[in-house]
């Protein structure tokens, strides 16, 4: 099965812009979770969506949100970007949700913010 | 605030010897999963021991987990150059909707030749 897949690799924004990334789970996994990187949060959750539904959320603001579609690939938006957006986005894909099962991620997006 | 504390935060070693690292939670917990991160990159899986389990391995891997004193440790055996890498430790709170899978903030392998 080839593996979880996200685009684009690499993004540069300004701020106030907004972005959506994307996120392409294993074939037959239903959820999809995305989690942001920096050095000094580390990793932090940011949602999970199981068919199409968004069943978990992290202590984000309302700038960051996320869709899931029926093939259940999923984006998730940033508006209005402020540098403290840079950061490696990862998406991380499982077959039952990330309480009870494996999560396999993606390679990640690198965000940076100017 | 993180809900996994790694321990210790960086680890040097030569090839061939082994690394234990070890994770502190504060929760209940359905499952903890280690996973393994190179310079940057995505996360990939190692292992994930549930909450009525005690011990598990991997080819070189082993994880065992204590419920009762909220902590988990990895031991790699014989590490080798290319376990060079940072490990995070995630766990799954037990029950509690609109929970999330969190992360802590990782130990930092380096194994020399």
């Known amino acids: 099965k080839a593996g979880v897949t996200q685009t684009p690799r690499y993004l540069i924004k300004t701020r106030g812009q907004q972005v959506t990334l994307s996120c392409s789970p294993i074939?037959?996994?239903?959820?999809v979770s995305w989690y942001q990187q920096t050095p000094g949060q580390g990793l932090q959750f940011l949602f999970e969506y199981f068919s199409e539904t968004q069943r978990n959320k992290g202590n984000f603001p309302g700038r960051f949100s996320g869709r899931q579609f029926s093939n259940s690939r999923s984006e998730m938006n940033v508006s209005t970007l402020e540098l403290g957006d840079s950061a490696l986005y990862l998406c991380?894909?499982?077959?039952?949700?990330?309480?009870?099962?494996?999560?396999?991620f993606g390679p990640g997006t690198r965000l940076t913010v100017l | 605030s993180q809900q996994g504390e790694e321990d210790p935060q960086a680890l040097s070693i030569q090839e061939g010897e082994n690394a234990t690292m070890n994770c502190s939670y504060k929760?209940?917990?359905?499952?903890l999963q280690w996973y393994r991160q190179n310079s940057g990159r995505g996360l990939v899986h190692l292992i994930l021991i549930r909450s009525n389990e005690r011990e598990k391995h991997s080819g070189r891997l082993r994880v065992t987990l204590d419920t009762s004193k909220k902590s988990s440790s990895l031991l790699i055996t014989a590490s080798r150059a290319a376990d060079t890498a940072s490990y995070f430790c995630a766990t799954a709170p037990r029950t509690q909707a609109g929970t999330a899978l969190i992360f802590g903030k990782g130990t930092t392998l380096s194994v020399s030749s």
């Open positions: 991380a894909s499982s077959s039952g949700g990330l309480l009870t099962d494996t999560q396999y």
């Open positions: 074939s037959g996994h239903r959820s």
């Open positions: 929760t209940s917990i359905n499952n």
